[in-house]
């Protein structure tokens, strides 16, 4: 069993900067691909970046060249780091663990997800 708690969401101004982070219990989050997924009113949860058991990161189209993704083994925490923000990416973001890669990319298979955090980008 994997617990995700998300924290760092909150109200930021269009083309300002906000960072999350997704701690995880156990000592196996290593073996577990890592990603962030988020879901706006009236829309389906939709993939926004994962990351491989060995650092290899992957983003949707919509916000490559402004989101990045790390992990910390050592603290059992993955990052978003979210910059040039942008109304349309309004959501509650969700962090999400599954041991595939594509199973995680896909937010399919065996996976664990956090309780979710609000990311609200308005002036």
């Known amino acids: 069993q994997v617990q995700l708690v998300e924290s760092g969401g909150g109200l930021v101004q269009p083309g300002g900067s906000l960072g999350l982070s997704c701690v995880a219990s156990?000592?196996?989050?290593?073996?577990?691909?890592m990603g962030w997924f988020r879901q706006a009113p009236g829309k389906q949860r939709e993939f926004v970046a994962g990351?491989?058991?060995?650092?290899?990161?992957n983003y949707a189209d919509s916000v490559k060249g402004r989101f990045t993704i790390s992990r910390d083994n050592a603290q059992n925490t993955v990052y978003l780091q979210m910059n040039s923000l942008k109304p349309e990416d309004t959501a509650v973001y969700y962090c999400?663990?599954?041991?595939?890669?594509?199973?995680?990319?896909?937010?399919?298979?065996?996976?664990?997800w956090g309780q979710g955090t609000q990311v609200t980008v308005s002036s």
């Open positions: 999400y663990a599954n041991p595939s890669f594509s199973a995680l990319v896909a937010g399919k298979g065996l996976g664990y």
């Open positions: 156990g000592s196996i989050f290593r073996a577990f691909a």
């Open positions: 990351i491989t058991t060995g650092g290899s990161p």
